[in-house]
Protein backbone atom coordinates (compact mmCIF):
# COMPACT_ATOMS: atom_id res chain seq x y z
CA UNK A 1 0.00 0.00 0.00
CA UNK A 2 1.11 3.42 -0.94
CA UNK A 3 1.72 6.04 2.29
CA UNK A 4 -1.36 8.32 2.47
CA UNK A 5 -2.85 10.27 4.99
CA UNK A 6 -6.15 8.87 6.71
CA UNK A 7 -9.07 10.54 6.72
CA UNK A 8 -10.07 12.48 9.77
CA UNK A 9 -12.65 10.19 11.28
CA UNK A 10 -10.35 7.39 10.92
CA UNK A 11 -7.00 9.36 12.47
CA UNK A 12 -9.41 10.60 15.33
CA UNK A 13 -11.21 6.63 15.97
CA UNK A 14 -7.25 6.02 16.95
CA UNK A 15 -6.43 8.58 18.87
CA UNK A 16 -9.87 7.79 20.80
CA UNK A 17 -8.02 4.38 21.60
CA UNK A 18 -6.16 6.51 23.67
CA UNK A 19 -8.83 8.23 25.57
CA UNK A 20 -11.87 6.50 25.97
CA UNK A 21 -11.74 3.60 26.71
CA UNK A 22 -15.14 3.25 28.18
CA UNK A 23 -18.21 5.26 28.97
CA UNK A 24 -16.97 6.64 31.87
CA UNK A 25 -14.07 8.33 30.61
CA UNK A 26 -16.02 10.58 28.31
CA UNK A 27 -17.92 11.52 31.27
CA UNK A 28 -14.41 12.35 32.51
CA UNK A 29 -13.41 14.19 29.99
CA UNK A 30 -16.66 16.48 29.54
CA UNK A 31 -17.16 17.27 32.69
CA UNK A 32 -13.61 18.42 32.77
CA UNK A 33 -14.21 20.34 29.81
CA UNK A 34 -17.43 21.95 31.86
CA UNK A 35 -15.26 22.57 34.99
CA UNK A 36 -12.54 24.57 32.41
CA UNK A 37 -15.48 26.48 31.46
CA UNK A 38 -16.06 27.57 34.80
CA UNK A 39 -19.90 25.60 35.05
CA UNK A 40 -21.21 26.22 38.70
CA UNK A 41 -23.67 23.27 38.13
CA UNK A 42 -23.35 20.05 35.72
CA UNK A 43 -26.13 17.73 35.22
CA UNK A 44 -25.11 14.07 34.07
CA UNK A 45 -27.71 12.04 32.71
CA UNK A 46 -26.69 8.35 31.58
CA UNK A 47 -28.79 5.70 29.95
CA UNK A 48 -27.66 1.83 29.62
CA UNK A 49 -24.49 2.64 31.58
CA UNK A 50 -23.35 5.05 29.10
CA UNK A 51 -23.83 2.91 26.27
CA UNK A 52 -27.12 4.55 24.75
CA UNK A 53 -26.53 8.23 25.93
CA UNK A 54 -24.46 10.08 27.52
CA UNK A 55 -25.57 13.94 28.52
CA UNK A 56 -23.59 16.46 29.99
CA UNK A 57 -24.93 19.75 30.91
CA UNK A 58 -23.55 23.11 32.42
CA UNK A 59 -24.24 26.07 32.71
CA UNK A 60 -20.44 27.57 32.24
CA UNK A 61 -19.38 30.11 29.32
CA UNK A 62 -20.51 28.47 26.35
CA UNK A 63 -18.66 28.15 23.22
CA UNK A 64 -19.66 31.00 19.62
CA UNK A 65 -21.54 29.93 16.97
CA UNK A 66 -17.68 30.48 14.42
CA UNK A 67 -15.73 27.75 17.26
CA UNK A 68 -17.96 24.95 17.17
CA UNK A 69 -16.82 23.50 14.56
CA UNK A 70 -13.26 23.73 15.49
CA UNK A 71 -14.18 22.43 19.02
CA UNK A 72 -15.29 19.50 17.08
CA UNK A 73 -11.79 18.92 15.30
CA UNK A 74 -8.49 17.54 16.54
CA UNK A 75 -5.84 19.25 18.26
CA UNK A 76 -8.54 22.42 18.54
CA UNK A 77 -8.56 23.65 21.82
CA UNK A 78 -8.94 27.18 23.25
CA UNK A 79 -6.72 26.54 26.75
CA UNK A 80 -2.97 26.44 25.52
CA UNK A 81 -1.14 28.38 22.72
CA UNK A 82 2.97 27.92 22.92
CA UNK A 83 4.87 25.19 24.67
CA UNK A 84 5.42 27.94 27.73
CA UNK A 85 1.47 27.54 28.41
CA UNK A 86 1.52 24.06 28.53
CA UNK A 87 4.69 23.79 31.01
CA UNK A 88 2.31 26.19 33.52
CA UNK A 89 -1.21 24.55 32.91
CA UNK A 90 -4.01 25.76 35.05
CA UNK A 91 -6.62 23.95 32.44
CA UNK A 92 -7.95 20.59 33.49
CA UNK A 93 -7.73 19.96 29.11
CA UNK A 94 -5.24 20.74 26.71
CA UNK A 95 -4.50 18.33 23.97
CA UNK A 96 -7.63 19.11 22.25
CA UNK A 97 -8.75 15.62 21.65
CA UNK A 98 -11.86 14.83 23.47
CA UNK A 99 -14.40 16.27 21.66
CA UNK A 100 -12.64 15.00 18.20
CA UNK A 101 -12.18 11.54 19.76
CA UNK A 102 -15.41 10.97 21.19
CA UNK A 103 -17.91 12.30 18.04
CA UNK A 104 -15.02 10.08 16.37
CA UNK A 105 -16.65 6.94 18.14
CA UNK A 106 -20.43 7.70 18.70
CA UNK A 107 -23.18 9.92 17.45
CA UNK A 108 -22.45 13.39 19.40
CA UNK A 109 -24.33 16.40 19.42
CA UNK A 110 -22.63 18.90 20.77
CA UNK A 111 -25.22 22.44 21.94
CA UNK A 112 -23.86 25.46 22.88
CA UNK A 113 -24.76 29.25 23.91
CA UNK A 114 -22.64 32.39 25.04
CA UNK A 115 -23.94 35.29 27.29
CA UNK A 116 -23.73 37.10 24.36
CA UNK A 117 -25.38 35.25 22.08
CA UNK A 118 -29.33 36.19 21.51
CA UNK A 119 -29.31 32.21 20.07
CA UNK A 120 -27.91 28.88 20.71
CA UNK A 121 -26.41 26.09 18.12
CA UNK A 122 -25.83 22.73 17.77
CA UNK A 123 -23.24 21.12 16.43
CA UNK A 124 -22.63 17.54 14.43
CA UNK A 125 -19.85 15.93 12.85
CA UNK A 126 -19.94 13.60 10.30
CA UNK A 127 -18.66 11.47 7.62
CA UNK A 128 -15.29 10.49 6.35
CA UNK A 129 -13.85 13.64 7.22
CA UNK A 130 -16.04 14.91 9.88
CA UNK A 131 -17.57 17.76 8.35
CA UNK A 132 -19.42 19.97 10.96
CA UNK A 133 -23.74 20.59 10.21
CA UNK A 134 -24.48 23.44 12.55
CA UNK A 135 -28.47 24.22 13.37
CA UNK A 136 -29.71 26.50 15.41
CA UNK A 137 -31.07 24.91 18.71
CA UNK A 138 -32.74 26.58 21.95
CA UNK A 139 -30.38 26.28 24.84
CA UNK A 140 -29.36 28.52 28.12
CA UNK A 141 -25.88 30.23 28.43
CA UNK A 142 -23.79 27.35 28.89
CA UNK A 143 -22.92 23.76 26.60
CA UNK A 144 -24.81 20.57 26.06
CA UNK A 145 -22.59 17.43 24.64
CA UNK A 146 -25.15 14.33 24.24
CA UNK A 147 -23.80 11.27 23.07
CA UNK A 148 -25.33 8.72 22.01
CA UNK A 149 -24.51 5.43 20.67
CA UNK A 150 -20.92 5.33 22.09
CA UNK A 151 -18.51 2.89 20.30
CA UNK A 152 -21.55 2.30 17.77
CA UNK A 153 -18.94 2.16 15.07
CA UNK A 154 -16.01 0.05 16.76
CA UNK A 155 -17.15 -3.15 17.85
CA UNK A 156 -13.46 -4.52 18.72
CA UNK A 157 -14.27 -1.31 21.57
CA UNK A 158 -17.69 -2.13 21.92
CA UNK A 159 -16.92 -5.53 22.78
CA UNK A 160 -14.91 -4.96 25.92
CA UNK A 161 -17.79 -2.67 27.38
CA UNK A 162 -19.46 -4.54 30.56
CA UNK A 163 -22.64 -5.08 31.86
CA UNK A 164 -24.14 -1.76 32.04
CA UNK A 165 -24.49 -1.96 36.42
CA UNK A 166 -20.66 -2.47 35.58
CA UNK A 167 -20.48 0.64 33.34
CA UNK A 168 -22.25 2.68 35.27
CA UNK A 169 -20.75 1.86 38.76
CA UNK A 170 -17.29 3.47 37.16
CA UNK A 171 -19.39 6.78 35.94
CA UNK A 172 -20.78 6.71 39.90
CA UNK A 173 -17.11 6.18 41.15
CA UNK A 174 -15.48 8.72 38.64
CA UNK A 175 -18.70 11.26 39.62
CA UNK A 176 -17.14 10.97 43.14
CA UNK A 177 -13.66 11.97 42.31
CA UNK A 178 -15.02 14.98 40.21
CA UNK A 179 -17.17 15.71 43.73
CA UNK A 180 -14.47 16.07 45.93
CA UNK A 181 -12.29 17.76 43.07
CA UNK A 182 -14.61 20.47 43.20
CA UNK A 183 -16.61 20.51 46.13
CA UNK A 184 -18.46 24.38 45.01
CA UNK A 185 -19.50 22.84 41.99
CA UNK A 186 -23.00 21.35 42.05
CA UNK A 187 -23.63 17.72 40.55
CA UNK A 188 -26.44 16.08 39.62
CA UNK A 189 -26.01 12.22 38.72
CA UNK A 190 -29.04 10.39 36.84
CA UNK A 191 -29.60 7.05 34.95
CA UNK A 192 -32.35 5.66 33.41
CA UNK A 193 -34.05 9.02 34.19
CA UNK A 194 -33.72 7.88 38.71
CA UNK A 195 -31.47 10.78 40.09
CA UNK A 196 -28.61 8.55 41.58
CA UNK A 197 -26.42 11.31 43.15
CA UNK A 198 -26.99 15.07 43.67
CA UNK A 199 -24.23 17.29 45.35
CA UNK A 200 -25.78 20.63 46.15
CA UNK A 201 -22.80 23.54 45.80
CA UNK A 202 -20.17 23.51 49.06
CA UNK A 203 -18.55 26.27 50.68
CA UNK A 204 -15.94 26.18 53.86
CA UNK A 205 -17.61 24.30 56.36
CA UNK A 206 -20.20 22.71 54.25
CA UNK A 207 -17.18 20.98 52.71
CA UNK A 208 -17.67 18.20 55.24
CA UNK A 209 -21.06 17.95 54.28
CA UNK A 210 -19.81 16.83 50.67
CA UNK A 211 -16.71 14.95 52.11
CA UNK A 212 -19.70 12.62 54.23
CA UNK A 213 -21.72 12.75 50.94
CA UNK A 214 -19.21 10.86 49.02
CA UNK A 215 -17.12 9.13 51.10
CA UNK A 216 -19.97 8.35 54.15
CA UNK A 217 -20.78 9.50 57.41
CA UNK A 218 -17.35 6.47 59.22
CA UNK A 219 -15.06 8.11 57.68
CA UNK A 220 -16.06 12.05 57.60
CA UNK A 221 -17.08 11.36 61.20
CA UNK A 222 -13.48 10.37 62.51
CA UNK A 223 -11.28 11.27 60.12
CA UNK A 224 -8.20 13.46 60.63
CA UNK A 225 -8.10 16.94 58.73
CA UNK A 226 -4.53 18.21 57.19
CA UNK A 227 -3.41 21.54 55.92
CA UNK A 228 0.36 22.08 55.85
CA UNK A 229 2.73 23.55 53.81
CA UNK A 230 6.58 23.53 53.15
CA UNK A 231 8.06 26.14 50.70
CA UNK A 232 5.80 26.32 47.56
CA UNK A 233 4.43 23.02 48.64
CA UNK A 234 0.98 22.56 50.22
CA UNK A 235 -1.09 19.29 51.08
CA UNK A 236 -4.32 19.58 52.64
CA UNK A 237 -7.09 16.84 53.04
CA UNK A 238 -8.76 14.01 55.03
CA UNK A 239 -7.35 10.68 56.29
CA UNK A 240 -8.47 8.12 58.56
CA UNK A 241 -6.51 6.90 61.43
CA UNK A 242 -7.48 3.26 61.32
CA UNK A 243 -6.19 1.35 58.29
CA UNK A 244 -9.18 -0.22 56.10
CA UNK A 245 -9.48 -3.73 54.40
CA UNK A 246 -10.22 -2.52 50.75
CA UNK A 247 -8.05 0.69 49.21
CA UNK A 248 -11.44 2.15 48.23
CA UNK A 249 -11.30 5.57 49.94
CA UNK A 250 -8.30 6.99 48.15
CA UNK A 251 -8.25 10.25 46.40
CA UNK A 252 -5.75 12.12 45.46
CA UNK A 253 -5.23 15.43 43.36
CA UNK A 254 -2.33 17.66 42.28
CA UNK A 255 -3.25 21.36 41.08
CA UNK A 256 -7.08 19.96 41.20
CA UNK A 257 -6.11 16.74 38.67
CA UNK A 258 -7.59 13.64 40.01
CA UNK A 259 -4.29 11.12 39.95
CA UNK A 260 -3.71 7.70 40.77
CA UNK A 261 -0.03 8.46 41.81
CA UNK A 262 2.41 5.92 43.02
CA UNK A 263 4.76 8.71 44.47
CA UNK A 264 2.16 9.69 46.67
CA UNK A 265 0.33 6.33 47.49
CA UNK A 266 3.65 5.29 48.57
CA UNK A 267 4.30 8.36 50.63
CA UNK A 268 1.04 8.12 52.28
CA UNK A 269 2.45 4.25 53.13
CA UNK A 270 4.96 5.46 54.71
CA UNK A 271 3.12 7.94 56.69
CA UNK A 272 1.00 5.19 58.35
CA UNK A 273 3.92 2.90 58.52
CA UNK A 274 3.69 -0.12 60.79
CA UNK A 275 -0.05 1.04 61.85
CA UNK A 276 -0.58 -0.85 58.17
CA UNK A 277 -0.60 -4.79 58.65
CA UNK A 278 -0.42 -6.68 55.05
CA UNK A 279 -3.50 -6.02 52.85
CA UNK A 280 -4.12 -3.49 54.75
CA UNK A 281 -4.66 0.25 53.17
CA UNK A 282 -5.43 3.79 54.13
CA UNK A 283 -7.92 5.93 53.72
CA UNK A 284 -7.30 9.86 52.37
CA UNK A 285 -8.32 12.40 50.42
CA UNK A 286 -5.50 14.72 49.36
CA UNK A 287 -4.96 18.07 47.84
CA UNK A 288 -1.81 18.71 46.94
CA UNK A 289 -0.73 21.88 45.34
CA UNK A 290 2.26 23.58 43.97
CA UNK A 291 3.48 25.34 41.14
CA UNK A 292 2.30 24.67 38.45
CA UNK A 293 5.62 24.72 36.33
CA UNK A 294 6.86 22.53 39.10
CA UNK A 295 4.74 19.66 37.50
CA UNK A 296 4.01 17.99 34.62
CA UNK A 297 0.95 17.19 33.38
CA UNK A 298 1.35 16.14 29.46
CA UNK A 299 2.99 12.48 30.85
CA UNK A 300 -0.52 10.50 30.11
CA UNK A 301 -3.34 11.13 27.12
CA UNK A 302 -5.70 10.50 30.37
CA UNK A 303 -4.09 12.40 32.17
CA UNK A 304 -3.84 10.33 34.79
CA UNK A 305 -0.23 10.77 35.96
CA UNK A 306 2.00 13.46 36.40
CA UNK A 307 5.54 14.05 36.78
CA UNK A 308 6.75 16.31 39.96
CA UNK A 309 10.15 17.72 38.76
CA UNK A 310 11.56 17.10 42.50
CA UNK A 311 9.81 13.83 43.15
CA UNK A 312 12.01 13.43 46.52
CA UNK A 313 10.92 16.54 47.59
CA UNK A 314 7.14 15.90 47.30
CA UNK A 315 7.29 12.12 48.61
CA UNK A 316 9.70 13.19 51.83
CA UNK A 317 6.87 16.10 52.47
CA UNK A 318 3.83 14.53 51.85
CA UNK A 319 5.24 11.53 54.24
CA UNK A 320 6.21 13.79 57.18
CA UNK A 321 3.14 15.66 57.04
CA UNK A 322 0.53 12.93 57.56
CA UNK A 323 3.30 10.77 59.38
CA UNK A 324 2.72 14.15 61.59
CA UNK A 325 -0.64 14.46 61.43
CA UNK A 326 -1.39 10.40 62.64
CA UNK A 327 1.48 10.66 65.49
CA UNK A 328 -0.66 13.51 66.85
CA UNK A 329 -4.09 12.12 66.72
CA UNK A 330 -2.90 8.65 68.34
CA UNK A 331 -2.36 8.60 72.08
CA UNK A 332 1.43 8.20 72.76
CA UNK A 333 1.20 5.00 74.86
CA UNK A 334 -0.52 1.89 73.26
CA UNK A 335 -1.56 3.48 69.99
CA UNK A 336 -1.28 0.07 68.06
CA UNK A 337 -3.53 -2.22 69.96
CA UNK A 338 -6.14 0.29 69.76
CA UNK A 339 -5.94 0.59 66.02
P1 LIG B 1 -9.38 20.51 25.41
O1 LIG B 1 -10.28 20.37 26.61
O2 LIG B 1 -8.13 19.72 25.57
O3 LIG B 1 -9.14 21.93 25.00
P2 LIG B 1 -11.59 19.29 23.97
O4 LIG B 1 -11.65 18.51 22.70
O5 LIG B 1 -12.04 18.61 25.20
O6 LIG B 1 -10.10 19.80 24.14
O7 LIG B 1 -12.43 20.63 23.78
C1 LIG B 1 -12.08 21.50 22.69
C2 LIG B 1 -12.47 22.95 23.01
O8 LIG B 1 -13.89 23.08 23.01
C3 LIG B 1 -12.03 23.43 24.37
O9 LIG B 1 -10.69 23.94 24.34
C4 LIG B 1 -13.05 24.52 24.67
O10 LIG B 1 -12.68 25.74 24.09
C5 LIG B 1 -14.30 24.01 23.98
N1 LIG B 1 -15.23 23.34 24.91
C6 LIG B 1 -15.39 22.01 25.07
N2 LIG B 1 -16.34 21.73 25.99
C7 LIG B 1 -16.79 22.92 26.45
C8 LIG B 1 -17.78 23.32 27.42
N3 LIG B 1 -18.47 22.43 28.12
N4 LIG B 1 -17.96 24.65 27.61
C9 LIG B 1 -17.25 25.57 26.91
N5 LIG B 1 -16.31 25.26 25.99
C10 LIG B 1 -16.08 23.96 25.75
MG1 LIG C 1 -11.20 18.63 27.19
Known sequence: MPIRILPARLANQIAAGEVVERPASVVKELVENSIDAGATRIDIDIEKGGQRLIRIRDNGSGIPKDELTLALSRHATSKIASLDDL?????????????ASVSSVSRLTLTSRTPEATEAWAAQAEGR?????????????????????LFFNTPARRKFLKAEKTE??????????????RMDVALVLRHNGKTVRQYPPAQGEQFQQRLAAVCGNDFAGQCLYIDNQHQQL????????????HPDLQYCYVNGRMMRDKLINHAVRDAYGAVLAEGQ???????????????????????????????????????????????????????????
Not at 87 to 99: K, N, V, Y
Not at 129 to 149: C, F, I, S, W
Not at 234 to 245: M, Y
Open 129 to 149: DMEVKLNPAAHPVGTTVEVHD
Open 234 to 245: RLWGWLSEAPRN
Open 87 to 99: EAIFSLGFRGEAL
Open 281 to 339: HGAFVLFVELPAAQVDVNVHPAKHEVRFHDARLVHDFIARALADALAQAAPPSDWQTTS
Open 168 to 181: FAHIDELVRRIALS
